[in-house]
């Protein structure tokens, strides 16, 4: 069965460091573009990491240069490694297919809450 695990979130201080994790059975990471999705309250989810086949990467640039994506496919895990974390950082964030008009069916996310 398909279904999408996202992990590592938690409570920092502004300026701080997390490792969001993304696993998965049912699913191989590897040969598709998957990337990390952030969703504020009452807004739409965004992209703000991508990882496709060949490990190339893109960011939003609102996160360019303090957000890392990999992926470990020996494991078949998605990774979101976070720095210089900023309170408008907080939110929800999700791992997907990318784009996400072609999705699989959403996790429930892990909550990033950053304090000043």
């Known amino acids: 069965q398909e279904q999408l695990v996202e992990s590592g979130g938690g409570l920092v201080q502004a300026g701080g460091s997390l490792r969001l994790s993304c696993a998965t059975s049912g699913i191989i990471f590897s040969i598709w573009t998957v990337g990390w999705y952030r969703q504020f309250p009452g807004k739409q989810r965004e992209l703000v990491a991508s990882i496709n086949t060949r490990a190339s990467t893109s960011y939003a640039d609102s996160v360019k240069g303090r957000f890392t994506i990999s992926r470990d496919n020996a494991k078949n895990i998605v990774y979101l490694q976070m720095s210089s974390l900023k309170p408008e950082d907080t939110a929800v964030y999700y791992c997907?297919?990318?784009?996400?008009?072609?999705?699989?069916?959403w996790g429930q996310g892990t909550q990033v809450t950053v304090s000043s």
């Open positions: 997907n297919r990318v784009p996400d008009e072609i999705a699989w069916d």
